[in-house]
């Protein structure tokens, strides 16, 4: 049973330029939350796709948007690169039950710099 | 708004030592939930345990155990014999339910030496 997916591993953009981060939740979860974790940081929330929706918004600004695919995956795209965007991105997936907080499960995932 | 503190930023034991992380929460909710990951260097977080508020018994899990503090609003977490593999950044969250959004603090560095 695969865990988790991100890709890729690493990424080096220049200041201005787009990315686009991949990420596969685990078998039979159908929710995808994206973090932000800045260097000697906790993960931030970025945002929450489920069935192909931005659920939950955290406080990032509009160059951060995503994507949910009828397989659940997901992208995290960041446009106009800031130096400050240099960080680790987090991808989760979960299972959407009622009103609990289900178990995150987290990708290795991917980590950019901005130069 | 929610909010996680750990207030311990880095804590260093010799091996068979145990340890308490702290964790300190903040909302106005009643029904909330709280976390506690595992970071090891390979960055993947990994998850230890999740609480409901309204159960405040002390989970014990091997050598880990967890003692959740309404009162105080706490959820602190102890290893018991720490060993090198416990080597890691530990990281507290909350959650409000309902969309699972986390909200993380700033993570405590352990490190267990020999």
């Known amino acids: 049973d695969a865990g988790v997916t991100q890709s890729p591993t690493h990424l080096i953009k220049t200041r201005g330029q787009q990315v686009t981060l991949r990420c596969s939740p685990k078998?039979?979860?159908?929710?995808v939350s994206w973090y932000q974790q800045a260097l000697g940081q906790g993960p931030q929330f970025i945002f929450q796709y489920y069935e192909e929706e931005e659920r939950q918004r955290g406080n990032f600004p509009d160059r951060f948007s995503g994507h949910q695919f009828p397989n659940y995956s997901s992208e995290l795209n960041v446009n106009a690169l800031l130096l400050g965007d240099s960080a680790l991105y987090l991808c989760?997936?979960?299972?959407?039950?009622?009103?609990?907080?289900?178990?995150?499960?987290f990708g290795p995932g991917t980590r950019l710099t901005v130069l | 708004a929610q909010k996680v503190t750990q207030a311990q930023t880095e804590i260093s034991v010799v091996e068979k030592e145990d340890v308490t992380l702290d964790c300190v929460y903040e909302?106005?909710?009643?029904?909330?939930?709280l976390f506690w990951y595992k970071q090891p260097p390979s960055g993947e977080l990994v998850f230890l345990i999740r609480r409901n508020s309204f159960d405040e018994q002390n989970e014990i899990s091997g050598r880990y155990s967890w003692n959740f503090q309404k009162s105080t609003s706490s959820f602190n977490f102890t290893i018991t014999a720490s060993q090198v593999v416990d080597s890691a950044v530990y990281f507290c969250a909350l959650s409000l339910g309902g969309g699972n959004k986390l909200t993380f603090g700033t993570g405590t560095q352990l490190k267990v030496e020999l």
């Open positions: 909302t106005r909710d009643t029904t909330y939930y």
């Open positions: 078998s039979g979860h159908d929710t």
């Open positions: 989760a997936s979960s299972l959407v039950m009622g009103q609990g907080a289900n178990e995150q499960f």
